[in-house]
């Protein structure tokens, strides 16, 4: 079984989202494998709306993504914290998926012609 993190936006209509990251995760679930979501984890402990906190939630996960075997990218767009997870997995070499709602579900497709990015700048290292 794979651990595969879970990328969707998250701020921003934050319901919405949520409701969405859940339907993602049962999609990973029915293709068989586990997964990691933090932004729907690290935001019943911390405040989203503080900027040091959201940091600190954006750090922890990008933590446990060296672990994760995949990054699946879900959503119609790419969020700011998105982004810092994908180039993160591209430049740890796990492979990045981009799946797509479609009326008769998801659909998973492979991410292309990506290029290795610097490793992000954490604000808050962890001990």
């Known amino acids: ?7 969707s936006p998250y ?3 934050i319901e919405q989202n949520t409701k969405y990251a859940q339907r993602a995760c049962r999609h990973v679930m029915n293709e068989g494998h586990a997964f ?12 989203d709306s503080k900027p040091q906190e959201r940091q600190l939630g954006l750090d922890m996960g990008l933590a446990v993504l060296p672990r ?13 914290g ?5 180039e993160e997995a591209v ?12 009326e008769n579900g998801f659909v998973i497709g492979r991410v ?16």
């Open 1 to 7: 079984m794979k651990l595969i993190y879970v990328a």
């Open 11 to 13: 701020a921003g209509g």
């Open 36 to 47: 990691f979501a933090p932004h729907l984890l690290y935001p019943q402990l911390l405040d």
């Open 68 to 80: 994760c075997d995949e990054l699946w990218c879900y959503g119609d767009r790419i969020s700011f």
């Open 82 to 86: 998105m982004h810092l997870e994908i």
């Open 91 to 102: 430049r740890l070499g796990i492979p990045v998926c981009r799946v797509m709602e479609q």
């Open 112 to 127: 292309k012609n990506t290029v290795p990015a610097e490793a992000p700048i954490q604000a808050m290292r962890m001990v």
